[in-house]
């Protein structure tokens, strides 16, 4: 016997970049949103004297080794289930292997499924749901999100989640340029832009300069500002997805708001109703853009295709980075506008994947397969 479960995909529908902690991660405010493109991991698991774990992929790009998230993950479950098997994994790789859409992540969550699944079978019984969020966080910062799904706010190092009220069903488009953009990199970048040292999100390590009282009020100042940051979005997202958000919000700026407007009627609802246009209306951003389009221009000019043709019915309500990419995606009122944007995309010579976004009830509905 074995399990077949979907590993769903993700975007950032905003990022706030704050600052270093001592265990070397950055705090960070975002907002996950599940889409249903997905990977598809299956499981084969049974009881055994000795616990041994095997990991195979249509895409040799996937490690076959205890470096692979869901090897990670199986193998904590197990101890913490108490638990001995032989384990076989296999993943049918249909998301880009590192693209800032949470694909490993994902693969990490759907591997724990089908593991409890299967132990099911000889009496084992699942972890609980916070032990599983514990594990989670120590697979990846983005792992956890997928323990909730639909529309997820992410605090600490973005493991610290809690579920939102859902957007409605929208289209997406997503860019898949062939770049491949370092996350260690662009956490390195972020903090020389801001003044505040070398620190390399995840190892907690820093390289400091010598510098005396100067360097040490500058990195105080921009800490505080970068506070500031996650204060300023967490509050956005509290107005946006509280269950009357107020009618007297600023509205997004460039292609936000012009999005907002032409899709008012295609998204089902205005602001006060959709979390999503009211989350648009308060000029969300993605920090990590600042120092990637730097470093990338071209992905710079993959948004300004993603949001739009300057023809109204077809902007982008939202488009951004997603992490640190490479990805990006657009959202779109209609499937009008997300064909036209994956037009535009294809005569860019841009790879895309066309999906949608999905609600909670429906990811844990349709996870396992048959």
């Known amino acids: 016997m074995s399990t077949t479960v979907r590993s769903f995909s993700k975007i950032n529908l905003g990022l706030a970049i704050g600052p270093s902690r001592a265990d070397g991660f950055h705090a960070l405010t975002t907002c996950y949103q599940t889409l249903a493109a997905h990977d598809l991991v299956t499981v084969e698991a049974r009881p055994a004297a000795e616990t041994t774990i095997r990991i195979t992929s249509n895409d040799e790009r996937v490690p076959a080794d205890s470096s692979n998230t869901a090897w990670k993950m199986v193998e904590r479950a197990l101890v913490a289930l108490g638990a001995q098997a032989e384990v076989a994994i296999h993943i049918e790789k249909r998301l880009p292997v590192q693209g800032g859409i949470g694909a490993g992540s994902a693969n990490a969550v759907a591997a724990l499924i089908g593991l409890e699944r299967e132990l099911a079978r000889g009496g084992v019984e699942a972890l609980a749901q916070p032990e599983r969020l514990r594990i989670a966080a120590e697979v990846g910062s983005d792992v956890p999100l997928f323990l909730v799904g639909g529309t997820v706010l992410g605090v600490g190092r973005g493991e610290d989640v809690s579920p939102l009220r859902d957007i409605p069903p929208t289209e997406c488009v997503l860019a898949l340029p062939e770049v491949g953009v370092s996350t260690p990199q662009a956490y390195r970048d972020w903090d020389a832009l801001q003044g505040t040292g070398n620190r390399v999100q ?12 100067d360097e040490a009020a500058v990195n105080e100042l921009t800490g505080s500002a970068s506070s500031d940051k996650l204060t300023t979005l967490s509050r956005a997202f509290a ?3 509280s269950p009357r958000p107020p009618g007297g919000m600023s509205a997004g700026v460039g292609a936000h708001s012009s999005g907002v407007s032409a899709v008012r009627g295609g998204l089902a609802g205005n602001p006060e109703q959709n979390p999503l246009l009211a989350l648009v209306r308060t000029g969300i951003e993605n920090d990590f853009e600042e120092v990637v389009f ?47 944007a994956e037009a535009r995309l294809g005569e860019a010579g841009i790879r895309t994947l066309r999906t949608v976004t999905l609600g909670r009830e429906e990811y844990w509905r349709t996870m396992v397969v048959g």
């Open 202 to 213: 995840g190892t907690g390590s820093s390289e400091r300069g010598a510098g005396g009282g």
């Open 239 to 241: 107005l946006a997805f």
């Open 294 to 340: 730097r470093q990338y221009p071209s992905l710079g000019n993959i948004k300004r295709i993603l949001a739009g043709s300057g023809e109204p019915g077809e902007a982008a309500v939202y488009a951004a980075l997603s992490g640190s990419g490479s990805a990006l995606f657009g959202l779109y009122g209609t499937a009008e506008a997300a064909a036209a």
